[in-house]
């Protein structure tokens, strides 16, 4: 097996015996990058000075006999929002072309300590807004599966980055389903941890409410592995929550029998899930069942309304959050004569920002106006109560919830550019998660027609490592997760 396409904790134990060397890992990452990058697209930086750098420290420290954390030497890509020391950081927009932060993101910095070497930024949706990562300013990213299809989003560029073998893992993030639906149209694991399990400090917002980092991997070992590097409680963000963090490492067994696990009936049965992908889920739930897990259907009745729900509250918190970028405060500015500063706010906006996001901002401002705001938003947040508490009563019963990631495997680029709607429901099954703020993780589970389809899984608030252990148990007794797309 190349280095490339190894696990994680695979180059974790060459690293740690001296087979291999960090300045190899990241070779090997390199290697494949000029191999295949122009068919997959999936960076927008590369930082192979930086990278080499930090190899050679770590290889240095290695030899002197240092005990060195057992992620040291690994390489890892980070979602193009991200804020990082020194290195652009656009969000995949026009807008900040030309940011260069002066400081790291909290998960970029525990990346760093911990010795795992960033080998670049991968492309996005433009500030998270989409589900295909055809929504970037700069590029579109293929599917290593089929690289006429897309990758999902927003995090496609970190998802089609790993499933490529040009990154051994990767960070994204997850507003409505950002990470974990484009794990499961590129046959990872992907996890959308519980809203301030991991900080947020540095992370460009798209709705701060909403928005979580979180792994892309190759397993649900590697998935564990990162999830411990992130997560615990930061003072720089005052969202992130002061819990203790388990062992995520330790938790990962194949004893399941007797967990009671709920299959989320509207999630599941509803309208728009591809009925192929559904016999998959079906047979996922009959594997586990094989394990020892006992399952029952339960009633999510409120899931219906979660799209509606989330496309108030995203694009009202995404218009304050983006009132910043104005060309007077941050971002582009236009050249055009102006002819007072509201022009010139509307003129840098217009040139700098694309379709979709000006379409949010606009809808958002709308949500929040005067005489909209009781009508919509403040609707929203009651109906927002309504979906989390259908998973607070359903966790009174049930360990975990199942349904599938995504309601159909990767389509086609450009197949859903003049339906929104149709794209829209790309993470009809991944948005009440966010609206919840609980934990969910994606763990590949069969293919349709040659394309990977993902599992979910939900849990209650801080149980990522019940997840993990479920998807671990799963993961081991089946071998979807050995297998890598042909480039």
């Known amino acids: 097996m190349e280095l490339h396409e190894m696990t994680a904790w695979e180059l974790a134990g060459y690293l740690h015996t001296g087979e291999v060397s960090a300045e190899q890992t990241v070779q090997a990452s390199y290697d494949r990058i000029d191999a295949i990058e122009d068919k997959v697209r999936a960076f927008l930086t590369l930082t192979p000075e930086i990278a080499f750098e930090q190899a050679r420290h770590i290889d240095d420290l290695r030899a002197s006999g240092e005990q060195l954390p057992v992620t040291a030497g690994i390489p890892i890509a980070q979602k193009d929002l991200l804020c990082t020391d020194g290195i652009p950081t656009t969000c995949g927009s026009k807008i900040l072309e030309n940011f260069v932060p002066p400081y790291n993101a909290t998960v970029?910095?525990?990346?760093?300590?911990?010795?795992?070497?960033?080998?670049?930024k991968t492309n996005m949706d433009e500030f998270a807004m989409g589900s295909s990562t055809e929504n970037s300013a700069f590029q579109i990213t293929g599917n290593p599966w089929d690289l006429d299809c897309v990758p999902g989003g927003s995090s496609g560029g970190s998802a089609a980055a790993v499933a490529a073998g040009e990154a051994t893992t990767a960070l994204g993030s997850d507003t409505g389903g950002s990470i974990r639906q484009p794990a499961s149209l590129c046959g990872l694991v992907g996890i959308k941890p519980t809203y301030g399990r991991v900080s947020r400090y540095g992370l460009i917002a798209y709705a701060s409410s909403l928005d979580q980092i979180g792994p892309l991997c190759k397993d649900v070992r590697d998935a564990a592995l990162l999830m411990s590097v992130i997560s615990g409680r930061d003072s720089m963000d005052a969202t992130s929550a002061d819990v203790p963090v388990p062992d995520f490492t330790g938790a990962l067994h194949t004893d399941i029998k007797g967990l009671k696990g709920g299959i989320a009936h509207e999630l599941l049965y509803g309208e728009g899930i591809d009925p192929a992908v559904r016999e998959t889920i079906e047979r996922?739930?009959?594997?586990?069942?094989?394990l020892g897990v006992e399952f029952e259907d339960?009633?999510?009745?409120?899931?219906?309304?979660?799209?509606?729900?989330?496309?108030?509250i995203a694009p009202a918190e995404c218009s304050s959050n983006l009132a910043r970028y104005d060309g007077v405060r941050y971002g582009h500015r236009t050249d055009e004569p102006t002819t007072d500063i509201y022009d010139l706010f509307a003129k840098s906006r217009a040139e700098a920002f694309g379709p979709e996001v000006r379409l949010r901002i606009i809808k958002g401002t709308y949500v929040l106006s005067a005489g909209y705001y009781d009508a919509y938003y403040l609707k929203a947040l009651k109906v927002r109560t309504l979906i989390k508490s259908d998973f607070d009563k359903a966790f009174e019963n049930y360990d975990f919830l199942i349904c599938p990631t995504s309601p159909t495997v990767a389509f086609k680029i450009g197949e859903k550019a003049d339906d929104p709607l149709a794209m829209k429901l790309a993470d009809i099954c991944t948005i009440p998660v966010n609206l919840a703020g609980i934990p969910a993780l994606s763990v590949p589970c069969g293919f349709v027609d040659g394309l990977p389809v993902g599992m979910q899984l939900m849990g209650k608030p801080f149980s990522e490592d019940a997840l993990l252990q479920v998807a671990y148990a799963y993961e081991q007794s089946t071998d979807w997760h050995t297998r890598r797309p042909s480039l």
């Open 108 to 120: 970029i910095q525990r990346c760093r300590d911990a010795g795992m070497i960033m080998i670049g």
């Open 284 to 290: 996922a739930v009959e594997q586990l069942s094989s």
């Open 298 to 312: 339960v009633a999510m009745p409120h899931a219906e309304y979660s799209l509606p729900c989330y496309y108030i």
